[in-house]
């Protein structure tokens, strides 16, 4: 088994492996944090209703995946784990923070009744503050992280950039509109004629950004440039905008017409490319720049442990996870048990079913 | 305060705030699945009536548990980066098994537990709470994996650059201190539990409302307390005689003992002087700690001063949060030997002070945790990995004054979530269970039927089996 692991592909399986459980993180939690940015854009309450209701049953397995994240990338790329980490102090602890409020807005909204817009004003809030966290981390990533003896050399807010803003407005961008293609799929009435309306606004926002990103990471970061312009690559590479961009258009003129789940899929897929757009611009570092994947990756007897684990596991959570969402298909409705609510008065009384 | 204070503050209380909540998961996790196993079994509607009320507390617990714990895994590295640096080839695995294992497992399930009833049939409702619990005793295997190994580390050897490489996984997980912490916390799990569902079923008892629901549950939780206080007190037992071989120091401050002796006396209470490198103001009572330590009248406990001081912890934190955590397991004893002397008598249901003292232990299980981790965790000091890392060669490159500011942050929110959470699960519990079930017939008279629900449910088969209780005897209960 060591010997397996001492081989130079392992690295890049893993690092296969952790770009998996990011995009699964980032499509998921994409859904249920879109959702949210778009909440208090619902006019009316029992919309927002709907919409939380809509995410209730899985948020909490999509929200694993950020837990996934992090410790797959501490058993397998520690050095990815104890250089980025304090290099994103700030953005990182106040995504955590907005995780809380608008983890606990779950819980608390549908029983509070007259201060039921504070949990509004948090669920939406955090969501938004997340995502723009998010986007800090992402484009201090593309711009890179000060490095020195092993450790993260830079100060509190070397994190800070003018790209990273940007990347974390297109995120909410392109949040918002999974979480509106969701909601197309997952609900009817003048809930779904909202996110059908919003779902264009996203569209734009996401479209814009997306472009504006990637030419300003060409223009700022030499090596992005590099690695995109340089000729080989450059037609090789090509399919990925084209094909980003084929799929916006046909997101636009599916949003009122065409199957239901329409939107939400083809939002995914732009995700996808934009995620592999990104792995092309960092490839190959953990710690953009300064430590690869076959440089940062744990020690062989480590990555031989945890691969017989993700082997056997990781099939089994993606197959109960996609049961828990085959359990709640169809659409979703306004329920009354779980977290909470005044179902408890209202119970109906009955004998054993 | 400098960055190691800081960062250690900002663990120590995030992490503290954190243990509540799987502390009371994992309890009623249990629970709820015992609930939804006698409804599936039996089909009495006491059960279905309990089973709903108490999903929604422990769903309360659980979405709390599941926010203030993501915060652990990032703080790791965001605030401990040299010690992640150091373990991660060691304590990496198991944070990540315990990610795939534990936390997937109760998120793909807690959908159903919570909101599946009646979209899945009541068999695989059981199995998603089955699916729920295990997951959370899972997560407890994991983590106390992980701390265990940074208490009695082995299975790894360190390099010359202080990373350390395991040699062996087994040795590695199945520390010498491991089996030792797991029982003692996950039976300050349920035994916590226990007495949460004893305390909430004993103030509806107290109202004299409820009165099926609350006497299942009552009669539920003080036979879990009777088996669970003294196994909890025996397992505290063993755990400490394992600390005394494999961590001395620490034992010597929970003891409060400077000098090695033999015979050693118990330190009843004292003043452990740090600076003087003795206790002042100490009652003591002569042998009995080496009775109880190595159950031998003259056995040799070695004592605070066998290390310098730069290597002792801060002894009178440890010293009192283990005589407080001590105390609240002998108080706990107490009660549910008195709930068994009331069953005996068949006053357990109606000895209104007994109910106000269950009522008074609802919080003392969670004090118990904190007492108790507090023990452990500030008497490893000045390690983070016993005898190998010290605890300020492992911060992060991080500023002071980020800390200060996520500290304070921090501080804040967890005070909002806290009240929050007291006043919806307060709320919660207070409102008590449904009424479906026929009301019990033993004592005519004390029964307080709730007469507005009765009369609100007037179609339910419930209110038609209940019709025999006459109207006299309502308006009589009810004066």
Redesign the interface.
């Given at each position: 088994m060591i010997e397996l692991m001492q081989n130079p592909h392992v690295p890049l399986a893993f690092a296969a492996l952790a770009a998996f459980c990011v995009s699964v993180y980032v499509l998921a939690d994409g859904l249920d944090l879109g959702v949210g940015i778009l909440f208090l854009a619902a006019p009316r309450d029992d919309q927002r209703d709907l919409m939380m209701a809509s995410i209730?049953?899985?948020w909490?397995?999509n929200?694993?995946w950020?837990?996934?994240g992090?410790?797959?990338?501490?058993?397998?790329f520690?050095?990815g784990?104890?250089?980025?980490?304090?290099a994103?102090?700030?953005p990182?602890?106040f995504m955590?923070?907005a995780?809380?409020?608008r983890?606990?807005a779950?819980?608390?909204r549908l029983?509070?009744t007259r201060f039921r817009f504070v949990w509004d004003i948090a669920f939406a809030a955090g969501s938004i503050l997340a995502t723009l966290c998010q986007g800090l981390i992402l484009g201090g990533l593309i711009g890179g992280v000060p490095m020195q003896d092993?450790?993260?050399?830079g100060?509190?807010f070397s994190f800070f950039s003018l790209l990273g803003l940007m990347c974390g407005v297109g995120l909410l961008g392109g949040y918002a509109l999974i979480g509106a293609g969701w909601l197309i799929w997952k609900t009817d009435g003048t809930t779904q004629v909202f996110a059908r309306e919003i779902a264009h606004a996203a569209l734009i926002l996401t479209a814009v950004m997306m472009a504006l990103v990637s030419l300003w990471s060409a223009l700022t970061v030499p090596e992005v440039a590099a690695r995109w312009f340089a000729l080989p690559n450059l037609l090789l590479l090509a399919p990925v905008p084209l094909a980003t961009l084929v799929v916006l258009v046909a997101i636009w003129r599916g949003i009122w017409e065409g199957a239901e789940p329409r939107t939400f899929l083809l939002s995914l897929v732009v995700f996808a490319l934009g995620l592999v757009g990104l792995v092309v611009s960092l490839w190959p570092y953990v710690v953009p720049r300064h430590v690869t994947v076959w440089d940062g990756a744990?020690?062989p007897?480590?990555l031989g442990?945890?691969a017989v684990?993700?082997v056997i596991?990781?099939p089994i959570?993606l197959a109960?996870?996609a049961?828990?969402y085959w359990?709640?298909r169809g659409k979703a409705e306004r329920?009354a048990?779980?977290?909470?609510g005044d179902a408890?008065?209202a119970?109906?009384?009955?004998?054993?079913? | 305060m400098d960055a190691v204070e800081l960062a250690r503050a900002q663990f120590a209380f995030t992490i503290g705030f954190h243990i509540l909540w799987p502390t009371l998961s994992i309890g009623l996790a249990w629970f709820c699945t015992l609930l939804s196993f006698l409804w599936w079994r039996t089909g009495r509607p006491v059960y279905r009536d309990l089973m709903r009320f108490w999903i929604r507390l422990f769903a309360l617990s659980f979405g709390m548990g599941v926010i203030t714990g993501i915060v652990l895994s990032y703080e790791i590295g965001t605030n401990w980066a040299g010690f992640s640096r150091s373990v991660s080839n060691v304590l990496g695995p198991m944070f990540m098994y315990e990610t795939l294992t534990a936390f997937f497992l109760e998120a793909g399930f807690i959908g159903i537990m919570l909101f599946g009833e009646g979209r899945v049939s009541k068999g695989t409702h059981l199995f998603a709470c089955l699916m729920v619990s295990t997951g959370a005793l899972f997560s407890a295997t994991w983590i106390i994996a992980a701390n265990s190994w940074m208490q009695t580390p082995a299975g790894a050897v360190a390099d010359a650059n202080g990373i350390f490489h395991v040699t062996d996984w087994w040795q590695a997980i199945f520390t010498a201190s491991f089996p030792y912490r797991l029982a003692h916390m996950v039976c300050a799990s349920f035994l916590t539990g226990a007495f949460v569902v004893a305390g909430v079923s004993a103030f509806h008892l107290w109202r004299r409302q409820h009165l099926v629901a609350s006497r299942t549950a009552f009669s539920m939780a003080m036979w879990l307390a009777l088996v669970l206080a003294p196994t909890q007190i025996a397992l505290g037992d063993l755990h400490g005689r394992n600390t005394l071989e494999h961590q001395p120091v620490k034992l010597a401050a929970m003891e409060g003992l400077w000098d090695t002796t033999k015979g050693s006396a118990m330190t009843v209470i004292a003043w452990p002087d740090m600076a003087e490198q003795k206790n002042l103001y100490a009652l003591d009572i002569p042998h009995l700690a080496s009775l109880y330590l190595t159950h031998s009248w003259d056995g040799e406990v070695a004592g605070l001063k066998t290390v310098p001081p730069s290597d002792q912890p801060n002894v009178p934190v440890v010293f009192f949060a283990f005589r407080i955590m001590v105390g609240i397991g002998l108080a706990l004893l107490a009660t549910a030997v008195t709930g068994l002397v009331l069953r005996l008598r068949g006053r357990l249901f109606y000895a209104r002070w007994f109910q106000l003292l269950a009522m008074a232990t609802t919080p003392l299980g969670f004090l118990g945790v904190l007492a108790g981790w507090t023990v452990t965790e500030a008497g490893r000091q000045p390690w983070i990995v016993y005898g190998h890392l010290r605890t300020a060669d492992a911060v992060a490159p991080v500023t002071a004054g980020a800390v200060t500011t996520s500290l304070i942050i921090f501080f804040a929110v967890y005070n909002v979530l806290l009240l929050s959470f007291v006043w919806f699960a307060g709320r919660l519990a207070l409102k008590g269970p449904a009424d479906t079930s026929p009301p019990s017939h033993e004592h005519p008279g004390l029964d307080r039927t709730n007469a507005g629900l009765l009369a609100a449910s007037s179609t339910s088969p419930a209110s038609l089996s209940s019709s025999s209780t006459s109207p006299a005897t309502l308006e009589q209960a009810g004066a």
């Open positions: 209730e049953p899985v909490d397995a929200e694993t950020l837990v996934m992090g410790t797959l990338l501490i058993a397998a520690p050095a784990y104890y250089v980025l980490l304090p994103f102090y700030l990182i602890m955590l923070f995780l809380i409020f983890g606990i779950f819980e608390f029983q509070a092993g450790m993260f050399s100060g509190p744990a020690d007897q480590t442990f945890i684990g993700l596991i990781l959570v109960y996870q049961h828990a359990v709640f329920h048990g779980g977290y909470g408890l008065a119970e109906p009384a009955g004998g054993p079913r | -």
